[in-house]
């Protein structure tokens, strides 16, 4: 599975995950590929963000509403609640704060798609194992010191950190490297070893907005999160 | 309200009258009745949804493409607007107005007060960018054009842009607003000051009233243009187009002549810019920009206006080396706009030619601006 093809093959299912007429926020969203394929086929307001100035430019050219900015410092732009999904595809372990990008898109939809390659895939345990090197894969293709993956981390590390946050995973899909895709949630063993990458859609623990009422706006806040 | 049109054929523009109109003024002053020169380039289509209107710069005018009468040169977005050019007159019905206070034609200074044969000179009421986009609401009325699909200005043409979609949304459906900001900075009032001070303190301009001599205050505005000028580049495309290199000479001279190809050129900008320019629509034009700020009120304004703006699309573009209206400013109103979910686009052009930039061979401005006024036309169009 060459890097084009596994994205395209990312994108139709971060595709399924999502209802028809929503807004959607595609952070890292290139020249706007993943955003024209939900526009059509999902009828969606979409908005971007995109670190790469030419590929920015490109998504602009095309007519997309996107701002070319920088995810870690650009997020804290958005209000609350504002878009229903946020979607970060194959960027969280490039973050410098991957659990504060994790409440950052959670704070601005009211689910969030996440998509990684997972580290714990039976192939990169096998290459550190055998060659005590740092793997070196098809879907993490860098050598150590000069990958802009800087956080790896495996299913497992990924399911306890949403533990942890109160975030509740509503869909989980697994894809073998061979491209067979299964539900990560009803597949009890070897999840971790078999997943080559994996997309989960989100949303906080029993979510209950307060309403603030003042005289013009109704404000909601999700700073509550019930047990 | 009827508006009455002309042409003059000397400036090669169509002039729009508005008599006993009364334009009240943001200064709390009012103009009876005022003229606009203007020029339109392509043609309206049957269902009038094709109009842009783009606003010129402080030094700008209506000759936004084509041929400018009065400087004998291409118009001043030439390489922007025309058939097949990024904004398209085969597809667009393209308006470019001079503005309320310029010296192009448009009432201000240098023209005629009402029923006299003398010109205002001082007594020209101050206008602000808000009179401006008001003048220009009247005449997009006048020519019959119920809203704009969009409004496009760089520098103090953005400033008008983004009072349009303040004053205006339910005129407008987008607006391309480049290299500007909510508001003009302590420094750029500094730099402004600067330059009417080198006019004021010309002997000729004596109180705005050097007309009455037939004489113009040549040296304080050729030094305001010089030091604006210097605003509108950056240190490497100084040091890029210049360096040291001297001008006409091998040796530098030991005194004051301009050794140096960047004090020719800057002489140069200063003279050229007197034959064309009028000192006191500069002094009127320059202070219209100092007073603009929606630093506190934009995000209240686009939020809590009676007129609805759900609507408009933005597209903001700033440039890296541009020191004057540098990037953090666009990224504020982009940050503000977010916030409120609005539909808006920005981008930072890489670029070392400085605020400038915007006038100047940058493919990646005609890119976005062209798939921008493409895309979103043929949504209204479906």
């Known amino acids: 599975m060459n890097k084009i093809n596994s994205i395209r093959k990312d994108w139709s299912l971060i595709e399924t995950l999502i209802a028809e007429d929503r807004k959607i926020l595609d952070i890292g969203c290139g020249d706007g590929g993943l955003m024209e394929q939900l526009e059509n086929n999902r009828n969606a307001i979409t908005h971007g963000i995109e670190l790469n100035r030419d590929l920015a430019a490109n998504a602009i050219a095309r007519g997309f509403n996107v701002v070319h900015g920088n995810a870690e410092l650009d997020l804290s732009q958005y209000s609350n609640n504002s878009f229903d999904y946020v979607i970060l595809s194959q960027t969280l372990q490039a973050m410098m704060k991957p659990k504060d990008i994790l409440s950052e898109l959670l704070r601005i939809g009211s689910k969030a798609i996440v998509s990684f390659p997972n580290f714990g895939h039976w192939k990169i345990r096998l290459q550190l194992l055998m060659s005590g090197k740092m793997p070196v894969t098809e879907s993490l293709p860098y050598t150590w010191y000069d990958t802009p993956n800087i956080h790896f981390f495996t299913i497992k590390d990924f399911l306890n950190l949403c533990n942890e946050m109160n975030i509740v995973i509503e869909k989980s899909i697994g894809l073998t490297s061979k491209g067979k895709q299964f539900d990560i949630s009803e597949s009890v063993t070897g999840v971790n070893f078999f997943t080559h990458e994996a997309i989960f859609l989100l949303s906080y623990k029993n979510f209950e907005p307060i309403k603030i009422k003042s005289s013009k706006k109704v404000f909601a806040k999700n700073s509550v999160i019930a047990n | ?382």
């Open chain 2, 1 to 382: 309200m009827k508006t009455k049109f002309t042409t003059d054929t000397k400036l090669e523009s169509e002039i729009a009258y508005f008599e006993n109109i009364n334009l009240k003024l943001e200064s709390g002053d009012t103009i009876d009745s005022f003229k606009l020169a203007f020029k339109t380039y392509g043609k309206l289509n049957t269902d009038k949804t094709n109009a842009i209107l783009v606003c010129h710069a402080l030094t700008g005018d209506q000759y936004v493409a084509g041929n400018n009468p009065i400087t004998g040169r291409e118009g001043w977005w030439s390489r922007m607007v025309g058939p097949n050019k990024p904004i398209d007159t085969n597809k667009f019905f393209v308006i470019c107005s001079n503005v309320l206070g310029g010296c192009a034609g448009s009432t201000g200074p240098k023209e005629l007060q009402n029923g006299s044969d003398v010109a205002y000179g001082g007594n020209f009421p101050s206008v602000t960018i808000k009179d401006m986009v008001k003048a220009q609401s009247l005449l997009i009325e006048g020519l019959n054009i119920e809203k704009l699909f969009s409004v496009i200005g760089g520098s103090m043409g953005a400033m008008q842009a983004l009072q349009w979609a303040i004053d205006f949304p339910d005129k407008i459906l987008n607006i391309i607003h480049i290299a500007g900001a909510l508001k003009h900075s302590a420094q750029n009032i500094a730099f402004h000051e600067v330059g009417r001070q080198a006019i004021m303190s010309d002997p000729i301009w004596r109180n705005g009233k050097y007309f009455e001599n037939n004489e113009v205050p040549e040296r304080g505005l050729s030094v305001a243009r010089m030091i604006a000028h210097i605003t509108y580049l950056s240190e490497n495309a100084m040091h890029r187009k210049f360096g040291r290199k001297l001008q006409s000479r091998d040796i530098i001279s030991f005194g004051f002549d301009a050794d140096f190809q960047v004090e020719s050129y800057l002489r140069y900008q200063g003279k050229s810019f007197v034959e064309r320019f009028d000192a006191n629509s500069y002094l009127y034009l320059t202070r219209a920009m100092d007073y603009f700020d929606h630093d506190e009120t934009f995000r209240k304004n686009i939020e809590f206006s009676h007129n609805p703006n759900n609507h408009l699309k933005y597209l903001i573009v700033s440039f890296t080396s541009d020191w004057l209206f540098p990037t953090i400013e666009s990224k504020i109103i982009v940050n503000q706009l977010n916030s409120l979910s609005r539909e808006v686009s920005f981008l930072e052009i890489d670029t070392d030619k400085g605020h400038d930039s915007f006038l100047l061979e940058e493919p990646q401005l005609d890119d976005v601006i062209k798939g921008f006024l493409t895309k979103n036309f043929a949504k209204i169009d479906e």
